[in-house]
């Protein structure tokens, strides 16, 4: 009861120094402070789609990718072939040489999970390795702007979970950025 009466108090004397702030010269109670930092955005996708370089480096990596899939499916037909011709013949095969066939057939399935992996990792550092100095020289030119406007923080709109909702165009520097990296070929 006591924080509400604090609080009506309070605001009571807002409108008081809303008009004190008016009405002395000097003091600007309703003008942003001079040195408030200043925000903008970015899509750094469709940067990224248009940056120099950037088409190449992902036809390059699609291409290593289909190479690698093609790998993968090839190593899972030769797997599937052969559980099918153990299902067809297991009937047949002693104990042992079932238990033993069935043991080959899980060696192989952990031979292939193992070899994909190997091949995701690659695709993985090969990725960085066509992409990486793409995204850095996008991260370079996006800093260069954010000092020389001297803006404050730099909201990336495309990014995952990007809570901006909504912004003054003005405040968009993709076309920019893109215009720099175009410039810098």
Do not use: C, H
């Amino acid at each position: 009861m006591q924080l509400q009466k604090n609080v009506a108090r309070w605001a009571a004397g807002v409108p008081l120094l809303l008009v004190i702030g008016l009405a002395v010269p000097g003091l600007d109670l309703l003008e942003p402070a001079q040195n408030a930092p200043t925000v903008a955005w970015v899509n750094t996708t469709q940067i990224m789609q248009q940056a120099p370089g950037y088409t190449q480096a992902e036809s390059t990596f699609a291409g290593e990718m289909q190479s690698y899939q093609n790998e993968v499916q090839r190593m899972q037909t030769e797997l599937d072939s052969l559980i099918s011709e153990f299902d067809r013949t297991s009937l047949v095969l002693s104990p042992s040489a079932r238990e033993e066939r069935e043991q080959e057939l899980r060696r192989l399935q952990q031979t292939n999970t193992q070899r994909a992996q190997q091949l995701q990792l690659q695709a993985q550092r090969r990725e960085r390795e066509l992409v990486g100095p793409i995204e850095e020289r996008v991260s370079s030119v996006i800093e260069g702007l954010r000092a020389e406007r001297n803006i404050g923080i730099v909201f990336d709109v495309s990014s995952p979970g990007s809570s901006v909702v909504a912004a003054d165009r003005v405040l968009d520097l993709t076309a920019t950025v893109i215009q720099r990296l175009r410039s810098q070929q």
